[in-house]
């Protein structure tokens, strides 16, 4: 069983702690959590460093390039899709593709999609929040299940085809009283066929 799928534990004397966890691990289950993460870590190296001031042994070294507002658009705009992946999941597949294609865009507009330091969390974060899908809701599963049972049983009891040189085609289901119009073989017999 995965652990998307594992019951809850009791209500019962749960202390705030626990409640905390509880709702937090319900809100990062049903979602793209991990991939809106990832766009929003992206996003942040990206504004950082056309607008960081380094300074490497008293000497200031400044990023700073006519770029810098391409830069702060494309850092706000993967952050805002990290956002909109966590609290519209129903929108995930244009919140990945466009977090794909900004990380790529961020190649050449901010300084190597800032130092390649979010080329990384940007692509395996459009890529997870593609890949996300919703659990199915358990009385969809309980109705496919029951649905799916008797098309089984069915399926168990069918006759397999006929062989040339046979009598009558074999059942599976050895309980099944022979077809119509036919007459049961004693249980002596088999050996006569060879």
Do not use: C
Not at 11 to 36: A, I, K, M, Y
Not at 81 to 109: D, E
Request: zero cysteines; charged letters at 10%.
């Amino acid at each position: 069983m995965s652990s998307a799928l594992a019951e809850l534990r009791p209500v019962e004397h749960e202390n705030t702690v626990h409640w905390v966890l509880r709702v937090f691990r319900h809100f990062r289950r049903s979602r793209p959590f991990w991939g809106g993460l990832m766009a929003m870590i992206a996003g942040v190296p990206v504004m950082y460093f056309p607008y960081a001031k380094l300074s490497l042994n008293g000497m200031t070294v400044t990023m700073a390039t006519t770029a810098g507002a391409g830069s702060l658009i494309i850092g706000v705009l993967l952050i805002v899709l990290g956002l909109t992946a966590w609290f519209q999941p129903a929108v995930r597949f244009f919140a990945g593709v466009a977090t794909m294609l900004l990380t790529l865009v961020s190649i050449p507009v901010s300084n190597l999609s800032g130092f390649g330091m979010s080329l990384l969390p940007g692509l395996i974060g459009g890529g997870l929040m593609l890949a996300w899908a919703p659990n199915p809701p358990e009385a969809a599963t309980a109705t496919a299940e029951a649905v799916a049972a008797p098309a089984t049983a069915e399926a168990a009891t069918a006759p397999l085809p006929a062989v040339p040189g046979q009598a009558e085609p074999p059942v599976l289901d050895k309980a099944q009283a022979p077809a119509e119009g036919t007459a049961p073989q004693p249980a002596g017999d088999h050996g006569e066929a060879r």
